[in-house]
C-alpha cells in the first residue's frame, strides 16, 4: 500500500465533514462499487458525500451524528497482511507528525478476526477532534478498505460509529465478474 493511499484515506474522511450531502441509498438498499462487483449495504440514517464518492470509493456522512465514513476497494494488488498492517500504520504515524496533530491514541494494531487488519487512533487534527479505526478485508480476492472516524471525544458515542463501520465492512460482498 502507498503512502499517497493512505495518506488519502485518513485526509478524505477528515474533509468529508465539510462535504454536501446527496440522497442516502433507500433502506435495505445495496452501494455499489467497481461497477457492481463488489456490493454493501450502507448505514442507516447516512448519507452519500457528494463529490467524494466515485466507482471505487462510497463516501457517507451520519446524518444526525459526528459519523463519517468513506468504504473503497483497493487494487487487485494491494497487500493486507502484517507487513503491510505496519507500514500503514507508520505511515499514518508520520503523517500526525508531519500535520503536527495532537495524538491521543497513537495508531495501533487491534486484533480482531473478521479483519485482516484493524487501526485505531485517536487524534486532534486542526481543532478536530477525531477517533477512527481503520480496517481492511478481502471481499472474494478484491482488498477493501473502510475507514470510519468519530468526530467526538465521547468514547462511547464513537464506539457506536466504529460498530457501524464495521458492519457496513462486514456487509460487502463480491457480486459478480466485470465482462
Known amino acids: ?7 488519502t484515506a485518513v485526509f478524505l474522511t477528515l474533509a468529508l465533514a465539510w462535504m454536501p450531502l ?14 457492481g462487483q463488489i456490493e454493501y449495504t450502507p448505514p442507516d440514517g447516512w448519507e452519500l458525500a ?3 464518492s466515485n466507482e471505487s470509493t462510497g463516501a457517507w456522512v451520519e446524518k444526525d451524528g459526528p459519523g463519517i465514513l468513506a468504504i ?3 487494487p487487485g494488488n494491494a497487500m493486507v497482511d502484517q507487513s503491510a498492517a505496519r507500514a500503514i500504520v507508520k505511515q499514518l504515524h508520520d503523517s500526525h507528525m508531519k500535520a503536527k496533530d495532537e495524538v491521543v491514541l497513537e495508531p495501533s494494531l487491534e ?3 473478521r479483519f485482516a487488519i484493524r487501526i ?3 487524534f486532534k487534527h486542526k481543532e478536530k477532534f477525531a477517533d477512527e479505526l481503520h480496517l481492511y478485508k478481502l471481499v472474494g480476492s478484491r482488498p477493501c478498505m473502510l475507514t470510519v472516524n468519530a468526530v467526538t471525544e465521547d468514547e462511547a458515542a ?9 458492519e457496513t465492512l462486514l456487509s460487502a460482498r463480491f457480486a459478480k465478474k466485470v465482462k
Open 72 to 74: 473503497q476497494a483497493l
Open 158 to 166: 464513537a464506539k457506536k460509529v466504529h460498530g457501524v463501520g464495521e
Open 111 to 113: 486484533t480482531d478476526d
Open 120 to 122: 485505531h487512533e485517536r
Open 50 to 52: 457528494v463529490g467524494s
Open 22 to 35: 446527496g440522497a442516502g441509498a433507500p433502506a435495505g438498499g445495496t452501494a455499489k462499487l467497481l461497477r
Open 1 to 7: 500500500m502507498s503512502l499517497k493511499m493512505a495518506l
